[in-house]
């Protein structure tokens, strides 16, 4: 058993995936900007992160075995000093193997946009024309599951200047695709939810590789993210407002759209879903008394949960709200929208929304606005659902960064930062609920 500050093998094979996505990152998306004294900075960074890295293959034992050699020689012969060599050969190796690594990107996981192929669409598309001309376009940081480019264009017949695209990308572990995305934005925005204006849908892979999705722009920034959202009462008392709207729309709109989910919270359906998580958790994780302790609570709990069903956002939080002027103006990313239980949003938002208001005013502001009301068992249930489903998919997520399968150092940061952030907050969750129960 590791204790506290013991790297296991799988540890260091974990470390070094994560030093070359940050290493990818700076060779590739930082590194190209940069000229003079930045640009010869940046890139000591990267061969200090490629060495760490290098250091991190197998245990760096040899240099230390090698000392201990040498310690109980009375000269330095000729094999002590070739098996010295031979420790130095392995870890030059072990860092050129990196560095090329990081020179020559893998395919899976990379993002790539091509402006040009998009203006070429555009200018055959009825809401463009021959006038249409992309003048600029900036791919996004931050995403997680979908390709993001802010883009300025000009000459459009039926486009505003300043739009978004959102493009199915193959190293998101999620597999949701932009084409129930759009449907689902065209009817929120429809009834006035504060969502961007879906304007295009183009869902073969022709034009740009992979299914895109247009909408409007709309101005703000992102403030916070899951677990850290900004001090401010105001923006927490609108997400109530919009959260219960949304949920007072019901299911009736979406039930025949296109490739919606619809989430049974029946309890074989539960069950089989909680077998799921169990299953990556039991290969991928490690042991967790808080994990078993949720997977055990809601297992014991699964014949209590009843209630409407609603439209579901899946993923609410921060790091898709957009704030302008201290207000909220937007709500992104509905990739994983489905229709189930009203509580999957709150047990969702639960851990992170009592660090902005009192629960109690923010569901009273919730219900205010038309959100049905959940049992107390619901929210409890799903806030430990909403935890399980994340650790899975961020174990799945560092699965790929350790095969080299995903080299994007957005996702790398999740799996680094969000895993020992949501165990605490299962955590404190947990014996919360424990304790009134």
Known sequence: MSGPGHVTAVDRHCARAYLINVADTLEHAIIPAL?????????DCVTIVARLASRLTAPNDGAQQSLQRLAGLDSLTRDAVEADGAVFDAEEAAVTEVRSGVATPVDGGQRRFDPAALETYLRAHPLGGDATTIVESQPLTGGRSKQTVLLRQRGAASLPEHLVLRQDWDGSVVGTSVKPEFEVLRHTHAAGLRVPEPYLLE??????GAPFLLVG??????EGDVFDPPASETLALQFAEQLGRQHAIGDKPFERLPGIVERSFAPDQLDSELDGFEAIITKLGEPNTTITAALDWTRRHIADIAGPRVLVHGDLGFHNFLVHNGDLVGVLDWELAHLGHPAEDLGYVRGWMRKMLPWDRFIAAYHQAGGPNSAQVDVDFYTLWASLRLYSMLLQARVAI????LLDSEVTVCVVD????????TSVALREILAHR
């Open 203 to 208: 869902p073969s892979d022709g034009p740009l």
């Open 35 to 43: 000229e003079g004294s930045e640009l010869s900075r940046a890139r």
């Open 217 to 222: 722009r709309i101005e703000g920034h992102i």
């Open 418 to 425: 969000y895993v020992p952030k949501l165990l605490h907050q």
């Open 402 to 405: 350790v095969s080299g399968a």
